[in-house]
């Protein structure tokens, strides 16, 4: 008898066909995946297959927030529910939100729901998830005028007159902190002006990325820019969301 069996790798959708089935039948369901790795490229494709059935757009809820999305194509992070409870109870009466990396509409379906911003520009370079955020809108009967949906790259945005900028991108978003961000806000001196920043701090990466984030808290250009009447910046807040410890999150904040 020998002691082991190679197949071939033409073998492997047709076990995992022969496999699926079976775990249809003993769970009784209709629909089975398989999770990857999410890929580190500009969308963070998911990578996940579809085993069994037709069907890759699957329901997910959150804080009285339904989330469409095709599981093959957009990711969902069910890790920072704390993060988005805590998002949407920020008073953002009449603002104006951006969220430069909006997705399926993780953070501003949060705020429409609870909130009641004056707009809300969603930005996001992967027409899969655009797409899937404006089936979450008329999922969750919210007002489609209230949204402002762009799918392009956030580095090409100009002038969005914003109140409140989300830049929600994990595991960094370092190449976003620049002054060209800055002038996204409105020029309005009477109005405080927030960006709420998203980053993964792990040991590997921390000191060289957390330099990058601390200097937006430092940096001259946030003084300049308001004293040049370009923003109503009087209050930055960063967000540090610790990979480690999810729920501990570092609030620092800088007052000019």
Not at 23 to 32: G, L, Q
Not at 167 to 175: K, T
Not at 218 to 245: H, K, P
Request: charged residues 30%.
């Amino acid at each position: 008898m020998t002691e082991k069996l190679v197949l071939p790798k033409a073998a492997e959708e047709f076990l995992a066909r022969k496999i699926s089935e079976r775990i249809k039948t003993h769970y009784k369901v209709s629909r089975i995946a398989q999770q990857q790795i999410i890929m580190d490229d500009a969308v963070r494709t998911p990578g996940a297959k579809l085993l069994c059935g037709d069907d890759p757009w699957v329901l997910q809820k959150e804080n009285g927030i339904s989330y469409e999305y095709n599981l093959t194509t957009n990711m969902f992070s069910r890790g920072n529910i704390s993060e988005k409870i805590r998002f949407s109870k920020f008073k953002v009466d009449e603002e104006v939100i951006a969220d430069l990396f909006c997705g399926i509409g993780y953070w501003v379906l949060q705020i429409a729901k609870h909130q009641t911003p004056k707009r809300i520009i969603c930005v996001d370079r992967n027409p899969n998830a655009t797409a899937a955020l404006e089936r979450n809108i008329s999922l969750n009967k919210l007002e489609k005028e209230l949204f402002d949906i762009r799918t392009q790259d956030c580095r090409k945005v100009r002038a969005l007159g914003a109140n409140r900028i989300f830049l929600g991108l994990i595991p960094c978003c370092c190449f976003m902190i620049n002054e060209s961000t800055l002038d996204l806000f409105a020029k309005d001196p009477q109005k405080p002006s927030w960006i709420h920043i998203h980053h993964n701090y792990t040991e590997e990466c921390g000191q060289k990325r957390a330099k990058a984030c601390t200097q937006l808290i430092t940096c001259d250009c946030l003084e300049e820019s308001r004293r040049m009447g370009r923003i109503g910046l009087t209050e930055t807040t960063v967000y540090f969301l610790l990979s480690q410890r999810a729920s501990d999150d570092c609030r620092r904040t800088r007052r000019l």
